[in-house]
């Protein structure tokens, strides 16, 4: 735990009493401030009592000396309209902050300097968020994770010189993070996502932009420039004279970190000072995963792994699971759980990494379902349509591939194995990669994935 001291004798408001309201009001506690924290969960106010956490109803307490308001990331804050306890706060002058801008608090006040990199995008922040953790172990260097992936941030051990601190942050949090100060910033893409709390593209891709912009004094923004907002964010950034590093995997670059066939290739003034081979690493397969550890070399290049060490790690790199998770091989058919994309976006990731694709797609359709992955149909050999985006997604695809209305899991997956097996020629694989929230059927991607997994391991060998 990392005790809160920066609050020691204030009076601070807490609202959110999930996994990280838990930890961030511990963590106050044991910094000597004055917590007094709720929840519109009832189950969620008991759980906290229970752990010895001071609660009451906010609607009800004097906010005259309360010092801030500490806002679980998951409680909206300006979209689609402020949460009644954010309007309390704000009427009061009170500042609403979140658990991240306690821990940069903390750390330039006990530790300025120790080590951290700060990672953000709408697709890819988890992977690369454990490649970077998993370098730097692989190194010998302890290297925390937490945030929005991993534990919450001040569960984790304090901020100190040989600890580097790997640290993913969603859109939420940075917009609850005003002085976030990063040793190394990393924006990996930018498109339309959670547009439901950020208003429009402009606010989201704002709120994204403060993570690299600010970078401490001496530190490193890493910035991917294959979408037309992050490049235009990069941009902003060598304008003002920060450190930048430009990644990209669809265009070649004079200065930065580019894709040049199975290989990464680190330029500077034009030449290339350093090659980052990725064939054979199936962890890191397909252009988005080249992105990842693009991003990856970067940050750990930035704060002093040597080139050859960080390429031994990539190799070692195990990945994640529900992205791209490998679970196991029948014959010559490969099942493929990526259970993480929830979006059309994410979606696309992997559809460009395989041929020979058995599809298992659908769940809770967001925007836009799958017409932006129409220049990929010709990937799929069969879908199997799951969840409450079947219809539409049937809709979608047509005449161009062939389709099961399969309903669930349970029904699609020995489907596909069926076909996929019987395919002569090619290298066929059975892909869950839904491009769908999970919440039609399931309470989150984890648990969807964890069934694809369990389902997969139950078939037949022959």
Not at 218 to 247: C, Y
Not at 276 to 299: E, I, Y
Not at 379 to 384: D, I, L, P, S
Request: charged residues 20%; proline residues 6%.
């Amino acid at each position: 735990m990392i005790p809160v001291t920066s609050f020691r004798g204030r009076r601070v408001a807490l609202f959110g009493l999930g996994g990280s309201g838990l930890a961030t009001a511990q963590a106050l506690i044991a910094g000597g401030a004055e917590v007094t924290a709720f929840d519109d969960s009832a189950a969620s106010v008991a759980k906290a009592e229970a752990a010895g956490i001071p609660t009451a109803d906010l609607r009800g307490l004097d906010w005259t000396g309360v010092a801030a308001l500490v806002l679980a990331p998951g409680v909206p804050l300006t979209h689609p309209k402020p949460h009644w306890s954010v309007e309390l706060a704000k009427a009061a002058d009170v500042e609403v902050i979140g658990d991240i801008e306690l821990f940069v608090r903390e750390r330039r006040a006990d530790a300025p300097g120790a080590p951290m990199v700060a990672i953000t995008g709408t697709n890819g922040k988890s992977t690369t968020t454990a490649l970077i953790a998993h370098l730097f172990s692989f190194a010998g260097r302890e290297a925390p994770i937490g945030g929005n992936f991993g534990p919450a941030i001040l569960s984790l051990a304090p901020p100190a010189p040989e600890r580097v601190h790997v640290i993913e942050c969603s859109s939420y949090q940075i917009d609850l993070a005003p002085s976030l100060d990063a040793s190394v910033g990393i924006l990996l893409n930018l498109s339309p996502d959670h547009l439901d709390r950020h208003g429009d593209m402009t606010h989201y891709a704002a709120i994204k932009e403060r993570l690299v912009a600010g970078v401490e004094p001496g530190g490193t923004a890493v910035v991917g420039v294959d979408d037309d907002w992050s490049r235009t964010i990069a941009n902003r950034l060598q304008e003002a004279g920060r450190r930048l590093v430009r990644i990209s995997v669809l265009h070649d670059l004079a200065d930065g970190i580019c894709l040049a066939g199975d290989a990464l290739e680190v330029r500077e003034g034009g030449r290339t000072v350093f090659t980052v081979p990725l064939a054979g690493t199936g962890s890191l397969r397909g252009a988005h995963n080249a992105q990842n550890a693009a991003a990856a070399f970067a940050a750990a290049r930035a704060l002093g792994l040597a080139p050859e060490v960080i390429v031994e790690g990539l190799k070692s790199f195990p990945g994640l699971a529900h992205r791209m998770e490998q679970v196991r091989t029948i014959g010559k058919v490969l099942f493929v759980n990526d259970s993480k994309a929830t979006n059309a976006d994410a979606a696309e990731r992997a559809l460009t990494s395989f041929e020979d694709i058995y599809w298992i797609l659908g769940g809770k359709p967001k925007a836009g379902g799958i017409e932006p992955l129409r220049p990929f149909f010709g990937r799929v050999r069969k879908a199997y349509l799951i969840g409450e985006a079947a219809e539409a997604f049937a809709a979608t695809l047509g005449d161009e591939v062939p389709f099961e209305m399969s309903g669930t899991l349970e029904n699609a997956i020995p489907a596909a194995a069926r076909d996929a097996s019987g395919l002569e020629a090619g290298h066929p694989v059975v892909l869950l990669s839904p491009a769908c929230a999970s919440f039609d059927q399931f309470p989150n991607f984890e648990v969807r994935g964890d069934r694809f997994r369990t389902l997969v391991q139950s078939l037949p060998s022959g």
